[in-house]
């Protein structure tokens, strides 16, 4: 049962007020591990475990949709050790998450450019893709070789062809976003970055236009589901306005 403190909060008139679909930039798990004299794949490593924890704990959270930077377009610039690592945690979490999360609903897609992929990574994406895909308990999207310049960039190119073939003639806003990596997904209502850094690193930068940010100190090996009831709680009193008085 979860704490009293993770009930979802009710505003005036029983409105309940939290997220459809959070977002999240998970950083610090290098700095958790040399904090401890470990290796910085240990700290991914530990990353990866509590990321289980966080889908587990989203759906009675009332989280519907969550998505998940775990690699940048940026992150290429790392040693490679480190890189070969973090794909190989990508395809071990894959592998060995994709029973568990096919029999307990919830649906895992990913986003970014995957040409520049592991051959055998881009296969376990596509299949687990396919696997979950009837499921609804909780949308998973996770974040991989994506940057938000970069998806507009190829989004861009997407929407010319169509108005070069004529399927288009005065584009909009609504033509763009179904071009994106994110088409037929619900904008994030809250972004969330662990490790105390305050900046939006690239991620979702058309798609969270109008979402509410929150920065916790605390690196992502060490954010429980208990942080994350507790940031949900201050969202709900937040005032969204949207441009509006």
Known sequence: MMAAETAPLLLSGGVDQRPRHVAIIMDGNGRWAVERGWPRLVGHRRGAERVKQIVRACPDLGVNWLTIYAF???NWKRTT???LGLMK???????????GMAAEGVRLRFIGERSRLDGKLQALMSS??????GNSRLNLTVAINYGGRDELTRASARLAQKIARGEIENPTEAD??????TAGHPDPDLVIRTSGETRTSNFLPW?????????TPTLWPDFTPDHLAR??????L??????GV
């Open 89 to 99: 945690i990508f395809r071990r979490y894959i592998q060995y998450e994709a029973e």
């Open 176 to 181: 763009l976003t179904a071009c994106l990596d």
């Open 231 to 236: 940031i949900l709680d201050r969202f709900g």
């Open 81 to 83: 050790e480190e890189v």
């Open 207 to 215: 798609q969270a236009a109008y979402a509410e940010y929150e920065f």
């Open 128 to 133: 687990i893709e396919a696997r979950t895909a």
């Open 238 to 243: 937040r005032d969204r306005r949207f441009g």
């Open 72 to 74: 940048s377009t940026e």
